[in-house]
Nanobody
Framework: QVQLVESGGGLVQAGGSLRLSCAASGTILGISNMGWYRQPPGKQRELVAS???????NYADSVKGRFTITRDNARSAWYLQMNNLKPEDTAVYYC?????????WGKGTLVTVSS
């Protein structure tokens, strides 16, 4: 089992920045891909960014050039640096980890961007 805990959410004005963190614990040796998803109010959860064990990254078109995902294998953590935030980025953000055929989720952290 893998436990994930997000932190770093909050309220920010449009144009501002936030850095989300995800800390993993438990059986972490098998974690391969790590990612961030978000669920805006009244909408479905969507992929924001992901990074493979080899360091290859993938971003949703809506965040390219503004968000950066990084991972720290030594600390079993990964991060989402969010710059130039927009009101449409308002959502609950979830970190995600893939380990074999299993997927694990954190409980989420709320990001609110005011206009």
């Amino acid at each position: 089992q893998v436990q994930l805990v997000e932190s770093g959410g909050g309220l920010v004005q449009a144009g501002g920045s936030l850095r989300l963190s995800c800390a993993a614990s438990g059986t972490i040796l098998g974690i391969s891909n790590m990612g961030w998803y978000r669920q805006p109010p009244g909408k479905q959860r969507e992929l924001v960014a992901s990074v493979t064990s080899g360091g290859r990254t993938n971003y949703a078109d809506s965040v390219k050039g503004r968000f950066t995902i990084t991972r720290d294998n030594a600390r079993s953590a990964w991060y989402l640096q969010m710059n130039n935030l927009k009101p449409e980025d308002t959502a609950v953000y979830y970190c995600n980890a893939a380990s074999g055929i299993n997927y694990y989720w954190g409980k989420g952290t709320l990001v609110t961007v005011s206009s």
